[in-house]
């Protein structure tokens, strides 16, 4: 099927049936990035939080110079914490380091617990090192979520030193933390690790024995083309 002319989609989205704008927004997806921007940017401030939420995301998959800056602002200064959620989440996919800072202050200053694991998830997704003093802390999280989004992350941005502190998750209560644990491990080739995955590989639920197993294997690969 054609895709939609560019002045076509631009009048759908200015549409008073919501529907209309989420299909002109949805058949952005093959448009280039340089041409679709300007487009999201008309529905960045709808009245539907859930096409404002496709529009945040679409930045971070249609990357162009402005991208950052609006949603960097976003995160900032929205007063719904679905959106600024969203927006730390597209942030992560950009995958611009600028955006350490703004997610390292919404990690720590931002009050709902949403936000600051989006921005735990994005600070990995970043792969940046300087992500380590704060996803460190979020293990203490009281939200299994944000543990879980510290643990991952770790595994992401392959942080060696803090397998010690990572280890005493191998006996949380959650499977899914757990699975997490097994999961970031495979990113973290110390004799810990993988002796803590031998462990795990027994683990009395099958998608962190499964997990384990596959981290194992990697770890194994690594060690071999190293």
């Known amino acids: 099927m054609a895709v939609p002319h560019l002045q076509e989609i631009s009048a759908q989205l200015e549409s008073t049936n919501l529907r209309d704008r989420m299909v002109a927004l949805a058949n952005l997806r093959d448009i280039p990035a340089e041409d679709a921007v300007p487009l999201i940017k008309k529905v960045l401030a709808d009245e539907s939080l859930q096409l ?3 529009a945040i995301f679409a930045l971070g998959i249609k990357q162009t110079t402005e991208c950052y800056a609006i949603l960097a602002e976003i995160l900032q200064n929205d007063p719904d914490y679905g959106i600024r959620a969203d927006a730390a989440g597209a942030l ?11 997610l390292a202050r919404a990690f720590y200053e931002d009050t709902d617990w949403l936000v600051r694991f989006s921005a735990a998830v994005s600070l990995g997704n970043l792969k940046d090192p300087r992500a380590r003093d704060i996803l460190i802390q979020a293990l203490d999280s009281p939200e299994l979520v944000l543990q879980e989004a510290a643990i991952s992350a770790l595994g992401e941005i392959q942080d060696i030193e803090s397998v010690d ?10 499977w899914l933390v757990r699975q997490r644990l097994a999961e970031a491990l495979g990113n973290l080739p110390t004799a810990k690790s993988i002796s803590a995955l031998k462990y795990l590989e027994k683990d009395s639920h099958s998608n962190v024995a499964e997990a384990a197993r596959i981290s194992l294997i990697r770890l194994e690969q690594r060690g071999n083309q190293g």
């Open 52 to 54: 404002r939420s496709m």
């Open 92 to 102: 992560g996919y950009l995958g611009d380091t600028r955006a350490f800072e703004v």
């Open 165 to 174: 502190n990572l280890l005493r998750f191998a006996q949380s209560d959650d």
